[in-house]
């Protein structure tokens, strides 16, 4: 152990911890993190889903920091660094912060094989537990029921969207993906269910179990117009709320299931109704329909499975008219393609298909391969690229200022992008 004293050494030592990346199961966690004495003095919030995890925990961070409670998150994966995947306090936390955690797990697991996820897991969440938090706030990385996260009972489960994804573990409908995801549920705890039209599998286990139930339509809803928002729930109501800084209507059904979990919490982490009109406005994260000012418009969106990329496709449709859109694609080859490409071709005018630096990774060719076989736009051109900074390049050097272009498909292919600072836009000249 005395060699490894860096993060970066850590990260490599897991690496070659377990013969397989995922593993699903909670035994061999357990056994680790009860060693580790893993226990949270706050409530803890999980969120699962197929779609809009990340986005919950921002909002959630946010009002709860606006409320002045000391938060720490977990979320997975990360688009540039590690330490990206917990911030304590709002602020991402130290690569040396974690090194002592993870020498921590590796004194526990006493030989017990843990995957790379499992075992950056145990010591993230042993950080977290020695932080003095008020409340923290973990997202799953796959599925739930036998994701490393939930071996923390959660005080509040949260799930968003549910969609296929993953289906090799986790099912091939949404009946199936329903029951793995209401595992992170629990006996008497609030059960918030931000889809608007959940599979009743979900409903069913959480009835089964006697959670807390929480439905949208049912137990929570949320009105607008073009101006402002409301949110009404058991017992709160808040009007006249400012639309969340993140973009996307989607935002909204997070945000609505975001208020119930602060509602049905509410006796033990109250937030004022000033705290969620700040934390809405204050609310950051990078990669999901982020625009990046200057010309040509830039979007990043690490919409990366058919479900995602229908709500990015009616999000670009939204922002009006542009002379043509130019997108850089690169996504991993276990993912539906085909569905994707097809949902995206006829907003495209111009691919940019890229290889990525994992061997997950559909390479380049591939991805021009599957679009070819489902476009029905014969004229759109496309390239392949050997990484994303070089296919966004290529876009920028070929767009006018008025296009469009669309960065997509993987937390790898905005990371790669974001991982040297993005390229340098001119500046929109405003009419005075």
């Keep these: 152990m005395q ?20 593993e699903l199961g909670l035994d061999r966690v ?27 925990c921002a909002l959630l961070e946010a009002i709860l920091l606006q409320a002045g409670w000391r938060t720490g998150v977990y979320t997975s994966p990360h688009l540039v660094h590690f330490e990206e995947r917990c911030r304590i306090g709002g602020e ?26 499992e075992f950056t897991t145990l010591a993230i969440l042993d950080l977290m537990a020695a932080s003095g938090l008020d409340v923290a706030i973990l997202e799953v990385g796959l599925g739930g029921r036998l994701d490393a996260v939930n071996v923390i009972d ?7 969207s549910i969609d296929l994804d993953h289906q090799e573990f986790l099912g091939n409908d949404r009946e199936a993906i329903g029951r793995e995801k209401a595992g992170i549920l629990r006996a008497g705890k609030p059960a918030i269910v931000s889809d608007p039209v959940p599979p009743a599998s979900l409903v069913a286990a959480a009835e089964a179990i006697g959670a807390d139930l929480w439905l949208h339509g049912r137990d929570y809803n949320f009105t607008g117009d073009k101006q402002q928002w409301g949110w009404a729930g058991r017992g709160r109501r808040y009007a006249g709320l400012a639309y969340p800084a993140l973009r996307g209507a989607n935002q909204l059904l997070n945000a609505s299931g975001v208020l119930a979990a602060l509602t049905a919490l509410r006796e033990r982490i ?16 990078p990669g999901r329909f982020q625009i990046v000012p200057g010309e040509p418009t ?18 670009l449709d939204a922002m ?24 995206m071709d006829p907003l495209v005018d111009r691919w940019y298909f890229t290889g990525l630096d994992t061997p997950r990774a559909a ?18 051109d496309a390239s392949t690229h050997a990484n994303p900074r070089e296919a966004l390049e290529s876009a920028l050097a070929e767009a006018n200022p008025t296009d469009r272009i669309l960065v997509f498909g993987s937390f790898y292919t905005v990371g790669a992008v974001l991982k040297d600072g993005l390229p340098r836009l001119k500046a929109r000249h405003l009419a005075p």
């Excluded at 409530?43 to 809009?52: E, F, K």
């Excluded at 130290?94 to 006493?110: G, I, N, S, Y």
């Excluded at 830039?298 to 999000?315: K, T």
């Excluded at 391969?369 to 029905?376: D, G, R």
């Design 3 to 22: 060699s490894r004293q860096t993060l970066q050494d850590w990260l490599a030592h897991c690496e070659h911890l377990h013969p397989k990346a995922i």
């Design 30 to 56: 357990r056994e680790v993190a009860q060693r580790l004495g893993l226990a949270f003095a706050g409530p803890v919030i999980t969120v699962a889903g197929t779609n809009g995890k990340g986005s919950t």
């Design 92 to 117: 991402a936390v130290k690569a040396d912060a974690l090194v002592p955690h993870f020498e921590r797990v590796e004194q526990a697991r006493q030989g017990v094989q843990l995957t790379y996820f």
């Design 154 to 160: 959660t005080d509040c489960a949260i799930v968003t």
């Design 270 to 285: 109250p937030v004022t109704a000033q705290a969620v009109r700040a934390g809405l406005g204050l609310v950051e994260l």
């Design 298 to 315: 830039l979007v990043l969106d690490v919409a990366h499975n058919p479900h995602s990329v229908a709500a990015l496709a009616a999000n």
């Design 320 to 343: 009006g008219f542009y002379p043509a859109t130019r997108a850089v694609f690169g996504a991993m080859a276990d993912k539906d393609l085909a569905a994707m490409l097809r949902r």
């Design 363 to 380: 390479s380049a060719q591939d991805l021009q391969a599957q679009w070819k076989a489902v476009t029905v736009c014969h004229d759109v």
